[in-house]
């Protein structure tokens, strides 16, 4: 389901380097197996795919039916970090870019800043819509997810008398402001599980719940992170996990790559950088050492910070998350003025030359310094999104212990 091309890195270092630094991947992907380093009580996320009990996701199909039949038509899903990035991803990528999803509601994102403006417009939109709202916060009390709830919990106990009924929490299981106002009204409420950490918790219900509202399907999304499981558990230096670590770790410490940039050539990736960046930059920028992640949606950011990425400080390396077909075809056609001498390529799929300015850019960039891996799926899907987020959660851990630092904390 994900194929890693390294080649793009040939170039740039040493077999014989590269060969120790897979036996230290090695050595942290046993630390990872068999859950004796430091944070070691926050591996929950490792077997979600496969722990995941058929009644939850029947719960969410519940809800679904519930709202549909209250003609709920927009969906606001409150929290920050980790309990919005993940399910924001996965909703953009799956979405179509302008236009509904037919038979769901629209999920927009809350509680993610404080900006006045955003609040007062997405109230306007709440009010042309027939709204509910599923709520994020272990603990409640995080300034920005709060301020939001109260916000649209006001709102909804004001104008509908089944509110309670419109708003799900999913919170610790136990504690905290959410969890007992979620008792004391009623609403039904799952839980942040205890041993997950928030930018490990797409798989769980704070990533799975909206994605399911949004009409996609989080059966094959975990069914996707199942297959990528049982991959990454072998201990191997094929294991693309193992090798990816390997690969970054080497180009931090021997060669000075200070900065990794995610590259998507696909705009709907555009949040799977924000969450793989949080994943990340959380769980490795600790005791003064860590790899500085940035991401980049090409062919656009070409045209802005192209220049510096070619020709800048050469402190860099590239990471693509490529896309092998497109679900969509569009044909550029054939013009009698060919003002824009663009006939050349009439016939041709736009998709060809995306692919075509994938490949010059990978060329200019390695030849310009920038050493270049390759993550790839075939298409964007529900089941290659769930193996993306399990391959960079799995390659994270293994990549931190590398560094020496807890991934967890």
Same mark, same amino acid.
């Given at each position: 389901?994900?194929?890693? =091309?390294?080649?793009?890195? !040939?170039?740039?270092?040493?077999?014989?380097?590269?060969?120790?630094? /897979?036996?230290?991947?090695?050595?942290?992907?046993?630390?990872?197996? =068999?859950?004796?380093?430091?944070?070691?009580?926050?591996?929950?996320?490792?077997?979600?795919?496969?722990?995941?009990?058929?009644?939850?996701?029947?719960?969410?199909?519940?809800?679904?039916?519930?709202?549909? #039949?209250?003609?709920?038509?927009?969906?606001?899903?409150?929290?920050?970090?980790?309990?919005?990035?993940?399910?924001?991803?996965?909703?953009?990528?799956?979405?179509?870019?302008?236009?509904?999803?037919?038979?769901?509601?629209?999920?927009?994102?809350?509680?993610?800043?404080?900006?006045?403006?955003?609040?007062?417009?997405?109230?306007?939109?709440?009010?042309? $819509?027939?709204?509910?709202?599923? /709520?994020? *916060?272990?603990?409640?009390?995080?300034?920005?997810?709060?301020?939001?709830?109260?916000?649209?919990?006001?709102? +909804?106990?004001?104008?509908?008398?089944? #509110?309670?009924?419109?708003?799900?929490?999913?919170?610790?299981?136990?504690?905290?402001?959410?969890?007992?106002?979620?008792?004391?009204?009623?609403?039904? *409420?799952?839980?942040?599980? !205890?041993?997950?950490?928030?930018?490990?918790?797409?798989?769980?219900?704070?990533?799975?719940?909206?994605?399911?509202?949004?009409?996609?399907?989080?059966?094959?999304?975990?069914?996707?992170?199942?297959?990528?499981?049982?991959?990454?558990?072998?201990?191997?230096?094929?294991?693309?996990?193992?090798?990816?670590?390997?690969?970054?770790?080497?180009?931090?410490?021997?060669?000075?790559?200070?900065?990794?940039? +995610?590259?998507?050539?696909?705009?709907?990736?555009?949040?799977?950088?924000?969450?793989?960046?949080?994943?990340?930059?959380?769980?490795?920028?600790?005791?003064?050492?860590?790899?500085?992640? #940035?991401?980049?949606?090409?062919?656009?950011?070409?045209? $802005?910070?192209?220049?510096?990425?070619? !020709?800048? !400080?050469?402190?860099?390396?590239?990471?693509?998350?490529?896309?092998? =077909?497109?679900?969509?075809?569009?044909?550029?056609?054939?013009?009698?003025?060919?003002?824009?001498?663009?006939?050349?390529?009439?016939?041709?799929? /736009?998709?060809?030359?995306?692919?075509?300015?994938?490949?010059?850019?990978?060329?200019?960039?390695?030849?310009?310094?920038?050493?270049?891996?390759?993550?790839?799926?075939?298409?964007?899907?529900?089941?290659?999104?769930?193996?993306?987020?399990?391959?960079?959660?799995?390659?994270?851990?293994?990549?931190?212990?590398?560094?020496?630092?807890?991934?967890? =904390?």
């Amino acid at each position: 389901m994900i194929k890693l =091309n390294l080649k793009g890195c !040939d170039s740039f270092i040493s077999a014989k380097d590269y060969d120790e630094y /897979v036996s230290k991947a090695l050595a942290a992907f046993d630390t990872l197996y =068999n859950g004796n380093g430091a944070g070691s009580e926050m591996l929950g996320w490792k077997t979600l795919p496969t722990d995941t009990p058929e009644s939850l996701l029947k719960e969410f199909d519940a809800i679904r039916k519930d709202w549909a #039949a209250k003609g709920v038509n927009l969906v606001i899903s409150i929290g920050i970090g980790g309990s919005y990035l993940g399910a924001r991803c996965a909703v953009e990528a799956l979405s179509h870019s302008f236009l509904p999803n037919p038979g769901a509601p629209r999920v927009v994102f809350a509680g993610n800043n404080l900006s006045e403006e955003y609040l007062a417009e997405l109230l306007d939109l709440t009010e042309k $819509s027939n709204p509910a709202v599923v /709520v994020i *916060s272990k603990s409640g009390t995080t300034t920005e997810p709060a301020v939001a709830f109260r916000i649209f919990k006001e709102y +909804l106990e004001k104008h509908y008398k089944d #509110a309670a009924e419109r708003i799900v929490a999913i919170t610790d299981a136990k504690k905290g402001a959410l969890k007992t106002l979620a008792t004391q009204e009623g609403y039904r *409420s799952y839980v942040v599980p !205890d041993n997950v950490g928030g930018r490990f918790s797409v798989l769980s219900p704070v990533g799975l719940l909206p994605i399911a509202l949004a009409g996609f399907d989080v059966r094959a999304m975990l069914a996707g992170a199942a297959v990528m499981q049982k991959k990454l558990s072998e201990r191997s230096a094929e294991n693309p996990a193992v090798q990816y670590a390997a690969m970054r770790n080497l180009l931090y410490a021997k060669y000075s790559k200070k900065v990794e940039i +995610l590259v998507s050539y696909n705009p709907k990736f555009q949040y799977l950088g924000e969450w793989w960046k949080q994943l990340f930059g959380e769980s490795e920028g600790k005791g003064c050492k860590g790899i500085y992640p #940035a991401s980049v949606n090409y062919t656009t950011d070409l045209h $802005s910070i192209g220049q510096f990425v070619q !020709d800048g !400080d050469r402190c860099l390396f590239e990471t693509i998350v490529g896309v092998e =077909n497109s679900r969509r075809e569009v044909v550029i056609g054939s013009d009698a003025q060919n003002l824009d001498q663009l006939n050349y390529i009439a016939g041709k799929r /736009v998709e060809h030359c995306n692919a075509m300015a994938q490949l010059g850019t990978k060329l200019a960039h390695i030849d310009g310094g920038v050493p270049q891996m390759e993550v790839s799926i075939e298409r964007i899907n529900e089941a290659n999104l769930g193996a993306i987020f399990y391959f960079f959660e799995f390659a994270c851990g293994v990549s931190a212990y590398v560094l020496g630092v807890n991934p967890f =904390n």
